[in-house]
Nanobody, 121 residues
């Protein structure tokens, strides 16, 4: 089994910064893509950013130039540095790992419990 745990959310004023961390643990055979999604009230869950094992990244247009995703493959950890935060960034942020456990050769999506990010105006 693969476990994913996020940390680093909180309350910040508009224009401020936060850094989210996410660690995957358990019986991990391999992790392919790791990413961050967010779910705001009244909206659908959306991709914020994702990063491959090789370091290729994708960002939502709304966060380009403000958020940076990075990854430590040795630690099975992914980070999201968020700068110039806006009230519309307020959401629960979820970490995702597309991984294979030793018990199965198939890759599956594993999700964390989520961490709240609130940006006040």
């Amino acid at each position: 089994q693969v476990h994913v745990v996020e940390s680093g959310g909180g309350l910040v004023q508009a224009g401020g910064s936060l850094r989210l961390s996410c660690a995957a643990s358990g019986s991990i055979f391999s992790i392919n893509v790791m990413g961050w999604y967010r779910h705001a009230p009244g909206k659908q869950r959306e991709l914020v950013a994702r990063i491959t094992t090789g370091g290729s990244t994708n960002y939502a247009d709304s966060v380009k130039g403000r958020f940076t995703i990075s990854r430590d493959n040795a630690k099975n950890t992914v980070y999201l540095q968020m700068k110039s935060l806006k009230p519309e960034d307020t959401a629960v942020y979820y970490c995702n790992a597309f991984a294979a456990a030793y018990s199965s050769s198939a890759y599956s999506n594993y999700w964390g419990q989520g961490t709240q990010v609130t940006v006040s105006s």
